[in-house]
Structures are given as C-alpha cells and as structure tokens.
C-alpha cells in the first residue's frame, strides 16, 4: 500500500483507532499469563532516528516505502486482571528485510535499507492500545526472527520483551526463546502473522498483547 503523507498518517491513525475499539471492557476479568520480561539485546539504537513515530516504513514524509512484508503490529498493554495502562511508552526495534539494525554495532550495516526506520515509538491510548506498521520480521546468524519491545512508565524502569512468529521453525532451537521456562509464558509471545483482511496487496496483521505485572495507579 504506497500512499500519499497525509493519507498515511490518516490510515495509520485511524487502524490504531479501530484497534482501540477491539476491547471490551471486563472481558478479561479472569487473570491472564504473563508476559515475560526478555534481555535487550545489544542492538537497542545508540542513535535514535530523527523519525521516531508509529510507522516504520516510510522516514518522515518520504515516497520510498522500506523493503519487506508489511505487518500492521497492535495489541494493549493491561495488568494482570486486564486492566488498561495508559500513557505507557511502547518502544519496538527489529532488523530491516536484510537483517541489520539500526545500529553501528550490527552486522552488514553497509547494505542496511536506509528506508526503514528500524525504531518506533507508541503511546498507549485509554485502553492500553499500541499500534505500528512496521515489516514481518526476518532472521539474522544465530537468532531465530523476533521484534523487541520496550515499556516505559513514569516512576518504573524499563521493561523489555521479544515477540516472535508462529510457525517459525527456528523458534525451537533459539536460546532466547528456550530460556522462558513457563510454557504459558513462552506461548504468549509466539504470535500469529496472518493476512490482512480485505487487503489484496499481502499485507499481514499480528496482535502481541502485553500484561504487565502489576495494577496502574488510578
């Protein structure tokens, strides 16, 4: 889907605003798994781009869209009962469709698509919603393709997580992976990347909800 700036940004913002409206209230009032805190990693970006929003694959108001399949990445961000956290900072970075970050330390960095932004910044809405349209993410040597994220609150230090594709046979032979011993905690947050509906140009959707361990203060 290649549009114009300002449609973008009005597709873009109003896909978060359709996904905001998936959450019903009270629908989650059992407890729900948590989502496990992963490392970092070091590729983390020493320099941010100058264009951090929710949408990676154009760099400010360029016509080049970034290489890759795209991905329309959503979810919410609750307490363990489901509770929404507003106003949460949700961070994501990956590798570009050649498998380099955003960063001067990673490998390949000469043949880095210099039309992904690599980095993207969300703020969660009144349901805890976050949204980016980013690519499906691919391999590099030794990791198995995953997307990192990033929750930042005020007063709280920074929590870290991956996500990772359903069906991807590497995911049985990553360390990362591996090192989640709890099998609840280890299915939530292998998710499926599945066709977008009505979209005929193979555009993929995938939903990552994060549950955080603890209640947001009123």
Not at 100 to 125: C, E, I, P, W
């Amino acid at each position: 889907m290649n549009l114009p700036p300002s449609s973008r940004r009005r597709f873009v913002r109003n896909f978060a605003l359709g996904a905001a409206g998936l959450w019903v209230p009270g629908a989650f009032a059992e407890a729900l798994t948590l989502t496990p805190k992963q490392t970092e990693g070091p590729f983390y970006p020493v320099d941010l781009p100058l264009d951090t929003d929710n949408d990676l694959l154009i760099l400010n108001d360029g016509l080049t869209p970034a290489l890759g399949e795209v991905t329309h990445l959503s979810g919410r961000v609750t307490d363990i009962k489901g509770e929404p956290i507003r106003n949460a900072l949700v961070e994501i970075w990956q590798v570009d469709h050649h498998g380099v970050y955003l960063h001067k330390g990673s490998n390949g960095a000469a043949k880095r698509d210099a039309n992904f932004q690599g980095f993207g910044r969300f703020m969660t809405g009144s349901t805890g919603e976050y949204y980016f349209r980013t690519i499906k993410p691919v391999a590099y040597p030794g990791r198995t393709p995953h997307i990192h994220f990033a929750v930042k609150m005020k007063g709280r230090e920074k929590w870290t997580t991956q996500c990772y594709i359903k069906g991807e046979k590497q995911n049985e032979s990553d360390g990362v992976i591996r090192g989640i011993r709890d099998e609840r905690q280890r299915a939530s947050v292998i998710v499926d990347f599945a066709p977008l509906p009505g979209v005929k140009t193979g555009e993929l959707a995938a939903r990552f909800d994060i549950v955080m361990g603890f209640t947001p203060a009123a």
